[in-house]
């Protein structure tokens, strides 16, 4: 079964300093890899996926992710973290004609 | 594109009476998800449709849940009887059937409560 581990529940970091939020998955076969983003009362946003090809990809708002087969991972990173990116961050896998699996998520603070 | 549209954004009922929630999806998207968040469990997959048939309706917690899509611009998610236990934010979503990767369009959410 498909299934998705975010090991960090909380996360705080200072606004301009950089940012790096763990994701891990299981998954039988290649995957479909997403990071979504909750802002407070709102759905979920897309910021990134990854199903094949470069193992670096570039989202919205400066995020990126690298695919990493060996370790199992699709960390999310950003080189400056701005106020407006805290919210909830959530890994998925899946996607095709399958279910998508979500994460805990990842709650990220930014102080001043 | 208005996006996913869910109604109502906030439901405040009695344990014992019944809610539905109601969602369109956007236009031309072939899958529709149902999706329940708590804080204890997460994002849940209650129940997902494709081209308006359930597939796979195996994240319905009871036999209280049901869930329908009469036509592909409407799908309903009912509770009856609603429990406290219920109280969650439900999220639908949908997507478009071509493209192996394309990723889910979420709706704002309804924040259900039950006392």
């Known amino acids: 079964a498909q299934s998705v581990t975010q090991p960090d529940i909380h996360i705080t970091v200072s606004e301009g300093a950089s940012l790096e939020l763990r994701c891990n998955y299981s998954?039988?076969?290649?995957?479909?890899l997403f990071w979504y983003v909750q802002s407070p009362g709102q759905g979920l946003q897309l910021l990134l996926k990854?199903?094949?090809?470069?193992?670096l990809v570039q989202g919205i708002k400066g995020f990126e992710a690298e695919f990493k087969r060996s370790q199992s991972s699709f960390n999310l990173r950003k080189p400056s973290v701005h106020w407006s990116d805290a919210a909830e961050y959530f890994c998925?896998?899946?996607?095709?004609?399958?279910?998508?699996?979500f994460g805990t998520g990842t709650k990220l603070q930014v102080i001043p | 594109d208005a996006g996913v549209i869910q109604s109502p954004r906030h439901e405040v009922t009695e344990m014992g009476q019944e809610v539905t929630l109601r969602c369109k999806p956007i236009?031309?998207?072939?899958?529709l998800f149902w999706y329940r968040q708590t804080m204890m469990r997460g994002l849940e997959l209650l129940i997902y449709?494709?081209?308006?048939?359930?597939?796979?309706d195996s994240g319905m917690p009871e036999d209280r849940f049901s869930a329908k899509m009469p036509n592909a611009s409407f799908s309903t998610l009912k509770i009856q009887p609603s429990e406290p236990r219920d109280s969650a934010v439900y999220f639908c979503?949908?997507?478009?059937?071509?493209?192996?990767?394309?990723?889910?369009?979420f709706g704002n959410g309804t924040r259900l409560t039950v006392t």
């Open positions: 979503a949908s997507r478009p059937g071509t493209g192996a990767n394309s990723p889910l369009h």
């Open positions: 998954y039988g076969a290649t995957p479909y």
């Open positions: 998925a896998v899946g996607g095709g004609y399958q279910k998508v699996t």
């Open positions: 449709f494709n081209n308006n048939v359930p597939i796979d």
């Open positions: 990854y199903f094949s090809g470069d193992t």
């Open positions: 236009s031309g998207h072939d899958y």
